[in-house]
């Protein structure tokens, strides 16, 4: 018996959100700066990019979110980080951590999205074995202690964060994502590094000792990523493979700010001499033309990699709303291609815009260039915990060649479709 899947046209809808976001860029570059001296984007920086719809690209329409495709969530990402990296990157978590909440089944639903709210709706942090949270079963939840909890990104405005503890009972360490109101964390001021300086992503600890979890805020995270508790969701979004969701928006950041240093650099290269050379105008030399030929390669490789893998999430997760899911073969090379690609994407945009800053000259270096902050952020990205591009290469090549990957624990494991070990509900 075929399922029918709920849908709802997102055509105009992504529409509206772009055009708004193009209208607020320019405000949010002349912003950039402050932000990243403050560590932290404005209260009306997050207002601003709430009200274009950016934070509710990927929340359930069943609660007044727009949901839509991942595919055209990727050009919304696109598009406020060719503005401002720091932007992208909150709105990217904003969308691209929806997934937690979603897997978490229905009544964390409600909570995260039932009521009205300015800015992201929720925030994740330290979702990997390494986690220095732990939580203890008692009667009716969880006693939560430890941390902190890093890389918050987007705790400083979201209602609810999820944190990554470590439960053992008795079977072996395993992931337990749980999910914490803002106002029983305490946020450190400990967010000062070389890029995405304004995503204020603060490590966090909770306000007293220890904090007591309802049960159904607290989810064994194999069951969030293989998506085996019912949310009362009927959108096809939900059933998307999560790590293409969140992977291939990554790369929608890389490919923006990328697309921004470039149309920067031809902005002010007009009419710029080249020191050491006779040129007058930069833009005629042959030497930006073979670099603009570099760059639009570079970006060109990284935007069609992460739409075709978009463009597969969204395939991928119109089959299983229809009961027809990939085989779990299929799906962990999926998983194994998105990551490999995203680290490639994040390569080649941060070498395309380390071309156009050598060849913008002196000036910029200052703090006051969008382009060197473009070139730092890009950097940050192909930093990220995630994108070890030496070990996701060799896991991709292992598969390829018939192999399995190393099998480890956390967020982007590729073991995920093994079945989940009873009692750890």
């Not at 909440?101 to 964390?108: I, L």
């Not at 639903?109 to 009521?115: A, R």
């Not at 149309?263 to 007009?270: D, Q």
């Not at 099998?407 to 982007?412: P, R």
Request: with cysteine.
């Amino acid at each position: 018996m075929t399922t029918m899947v709920a849908t709802h046209n997102t055509s105009e809808a992504l529409a509206s959100i772009l055009t708004k976001v193009r209208a607020l860029g320019p405000t949010l570059r002349k912003r950039a700066l402050d932000a990243e001296r403050a560590g932290r984007h404005s209260d009306e920086t997050i207002a601003d990019l709430d009200a274009t719809g950016a934070f509710d690209i990927g929340s359930p329409a069943e609660f007044g979110g727009y949901e839509l495709t991942v595919r055209e969530q990727l050009d919304v990402i696109s598009e406020v980080s060719k503005w401002d990296g720091s932007c992208g990157w909150s709105v990217w978590v904003g969308a691209s951590t929806n997934w937690i909440p979603a897997g978490s089944g229905a009544r964390v639903v409600e909570e995260v999205y039932g009521s009205e709210w300015v800015g992201p709706r929720v925030a994740g942090s330290s979702h990997f074995p390494a986690s220095k949270g732990r939580a203890q079963r008692v009667e009716g939840g969880w006693v939560i202690t430890g941390g902190p909890w890093t890389f918050g990104s987007d705790s400083l405005w979201a209602p609810f964060t999820n944190l990554g503890c470590i439960a053992d009972e008795g079977d072996g360490p395993y992931l337990l994502a749980v999910q914490v109101p803002r106002d029983e964390l305490r946020s450190l001021d400990d967010w000062q590094v070389a890029g995405m300086r304004a995503t204020g992503s603060v490590s966090l600890t909770l306000v007293g000792d220890e904090l007591f979890v309802p049960d159904h805020r607290c989810v064994d995270f194999r069951h969030i990523a293989g998506g085996t508790i019912d949310n009362g969701l009927k959108g096809s979004l939900w059933k998307a493979p999560s790590l293409g969701w969140a992977f291939s928006l990554m790369a929608g950041m890389s490919i923006g700010l990328a697309h921004g240093a470039l149309e920067r650099f031809l902005e002010r290269s007009a009419g710029r001499p080249i020191r050491g050379t006779t040129y007058k105008n930069q833009l005629e030399a042959p030497s930006t033309h073979l670099m603009l030929a570099e760059v639009h390669s570079k970006i060109q490789s990284a935007t069609l990699s992460a739409r075709a893998n978009a463009e597969e999430t969204d395939r991928l997760g119109a089959l299983a709303a229809a009961g027809t899911p990939a085989d779990p073969e299929y799906m962990q090379m999926f998983s194994a291609r998105v990551l490999i690609e995203t680290a490639y994407a994040a390569k080649w945009c941060a070498e395309a815009i380390e071309l156009i800053q050598r060849n913008s000259g002196s000036t910029a270096i200052m703090e006051s260039e969008p382009i060197q902050r473009a070139w730092r952020d890009a950097r940050v990205i192909t930093l990220h915990g995630a994108l070890n591009l030496e070990a996701l290469s060799e896991n991709y090549g292992r598969l390829m060649a018939g192999v399995q990957p190393h099998k480890f624990a956390g967020i982007t494991t590729l073991d995920r479709f093994a079945p989940v070990a009873p009692g750890k509900a």
